[in-house]
């Protein structure tokens, strides 16, 4: 009899181990990490400007873990954000518009596509929502005909670091002193 119960004491315990255990697992969920649309409203995570007011390649970041969905208004806001190190332990899905399939001018969404496999032009002549930007392809051929055209040349997601952010930049801030100088010299004032 003391036999018994001793096994049904353990029996009991191992039980109530199995259940404590089962209970304290962490539950995870599946998130949707598809691309979604970019909307009236929109504000970009870095710079607050509307994202859908501006030309140009656009970026978001999905969380993997909570599904918090991040949107930027250019690449290189996009990129300005990833390149901090705080950011770049995030677990996330991160997006850009395939310009090869898009209007400069209004990105369409159904093209985004998977930032890190994608192409990046730096050093061409478009014009994104804070001037000179990243302009992302699916395809490397697309990419290296744009970079051809307008004297840039072709990065990949890796190559992209805050040398090549700081590099356009610069481009940005030379384009503002002429974009500055025309407007002047429009309304007759030196």
């Keep these: 009899m003391v036999g018994l119960k001793r096994n049904l004491q353990r029996v009991f315990v191992l039980c109530l181990f199995i259940f404590v255990a089962a209970c304290s697992e962490e539950v995870k969920q599946e998130v949707n990490t598809d691309p979604v649309t970019f909307n ?3 504000e970009c995570h870095v710079c607050g400007m509307l994202v859908i ?4 390649a656009k970026g978001q970041s ?3 873990q909570s599904g918090e969905t991040l949107k930027f208004c250019s690449t290189t806001d996009l990129f300005s954000w990833w390149l901090q190190p705080e950011n770049k332990t995030v677990k996330a899905q991160i997006y850009v518009h395939d310009m090869a399939k898009s209007e400069w001018a ?4 159904e093209h985004l596509i998977d930032a890190r496999d994608a192409w990046y032009v730096v050093g061409s002549d478009l014009i994104g929502a ?3 930007t990243l302009v992302s392809f699916a395809d490397e051929s697309a990419a290296q005909e744009l970079a051809t055209k307008s004297g840039g040349r072709v990065l990949r997601f890796d190559d992209i670091d805050l040398l090549v952010l700081q590099e356009i930049g610069k481009a940005g801030h030379k384009y503002a002193e002429d974009h500055g ?3 002047r010299e429009s ?4």
């Design 181 to 183: 100088k025309q407007i």
């Design 40 to 42: 009236a409203g929109d």
């Design 106 to 109: 209004h990105p369409a969404d």
């Design 53 to 56: 007011e501006w030309p140009g």
């Design 130 to 132: 804070m001037g000179p």
């Design 187 to 190: 309304m007759g004032v030196e």
């Design 62 to 64: 999905i969380n993997k």
